[in-house]
């Protein structure tokens, strides 16, 4: 992983919860989603930035799925979904478990505090109000087990003080050129 890196949140939307801990070494894993016409551009960015990923449309994991007898992934916001990781092992094993629609194998791959991800297994998302739940955080990807949940506060704001040591470092170094 370099360690500079641009930023390119004007066209991956979820670029600091998803790519940006990859890339700092918070998270090992990642998923994010792509449309068709920033795939080949996305990749460079990762090929540039020495992250591990394997692409996947949403077809083909449904098809899979519909295989294994597993429920479909039906609220994508893209067609191209990257699984994308510090090492190439964690990304299959994070495909493997998209594939089989494992939450828990998913969730534990992402990062996610087993709070969430228990709470998350046990009620579904229908009578969330995942709006309200995520109000009070910037940073993550996931639907937290309570707008208080202590985990998700810490890494949250652990990923908060990363970003802003991030940006200033970078605008250090513009100040050396
Ligand atoms: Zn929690």
């Not at 094993?93 to 194998?105: T, Y």
Request: net charge negative; proline share 3%; aromatic share 10%.
């Amino acid at each position: 992983m370099k360690e500079i890196f641009e930023i390119i949140d004007d066209w991956v939307g979820t670029f600091w919860v998803e790519v940006f801990p990859v890339l700092r070494g918070l998270r090992s894993t990642g998923i994010v989603e792509i449309p068709d016409e920033n795939v080949s551009r996305f990749k460079s960015y990762l090929e540039e930035n020495d992250v591990a990923y394997q692409l996947i449309t949403v077809s083909e994991l449904n098809e899979e799925r519909i295989k294994r007898g597993k429920d479909l992934f039906l609220d994508q916001q893209h067609e191209n979904i990257f699984y994308i990781g510090d090492e190439a092992r964690k990304v299959r094993m994070l495909v493997e478990g998209d594939r089989d629609n494992d939450f828990f194998c998913v969730g534990m791959m992402l990062g996610y505090p087993d709070c969430c991800v228990a709470t998350l297994f046990k009620t579904g998302t229908e009578s969330l109000d995942i709006k309200a739940l995520k109000s009070n955080f910037s940073m993550i990807a996931h639907i937290p087990c309570s707008s208080t949940c202590p985990r998700t506060i810490e890494y949250d704001s652990k990923l908060k003080a990363d970003k802003e040591r991030y940006l200033e470092k970078i605008a250090n170094g513009r100040n050396c050129l």
